[in-house]
């Protein structure tokens, strides 16, 4: 089987201190106050999964707990709400990792709107149980606004790694 996503370029190895440093600038995105807003992406979860499904040997549940501890305590979260979420997050995309790379982007978005769905109903389901109420139908609105960003992020989470086109006829690649 082909893949239906070819790409003209090659890409260089991921440097570790850029992938801190998008993960660092994902935690700085989610701590922006926004109100009573619902559509606001959880920029944590999406370049987690990014790099989950880039880099499954290098970010995973480890860097997903850590992650969800340090989200759980600006928000007065219920301890653990964010942790659970972006282990299970980071393992389902570990988990399709191969899967996933053979798609194009845009598919590959869509194949991960039902993870962060799952990130959603996990966090709902632990606030509801902590004595929480219900936010509404609403609340469900993050999942589809973190997988409308994965094809920007994808392409600007890749743009450092992406080698200049060289043409030589001598070199077949």
């Not at 701590?31 to 970010?59: I, K, M, Q, S, T």
């Not at 997903?64 to 340090?70: D, N, Q, R, S």
């Amino acid at each position: 089987m082909q893949p239906t996503h070819r790409s003209p370029r090659l890409l260089l190895p991921v440097r570790m201190g850029f992938v801190t440093f998008s993960l660092l600038v994902a935690l700085v995105l989610n701590l922006v106050p926004v109100g009573n807003f619902y559509a606001v992406p959880d920029f944590v979860a999406l370049v987690l999964a990014f790099w989950c499904v880039r880099e499954p040997h290098r970010v995973g549940m480890g860097t997903a707990f850590i992650l969800g501890v340090i989200i759980d305590v600006p928000y007065a979260a219920v301890m653990g709400q964010h942790s659970i979420a972006y282990v299970l997050l980071a393992w389902a995309a570990v988990v399709n990792s191969r899967r996933l790379l053979w798609f194009s982007p845009s598919v590959q978005a869509l194949h991960m709107v039902p993870l962060f769905l799952m990130v959603q109903l996990v966090q709902l389901v632990l606030r509801l149980l902590a004595g929480h109420r219900f936010p509404g139908w609403e609340y469900f609105f993050s999942c589809f606004a973190t997988a409308a960003l994965w094809l920007p992020a994808h392409y600007l989470l890749l743009w450092p790694q992406m080698r200049p086109i060289e043409h030589d006829e001598n070199r077949p690649l």
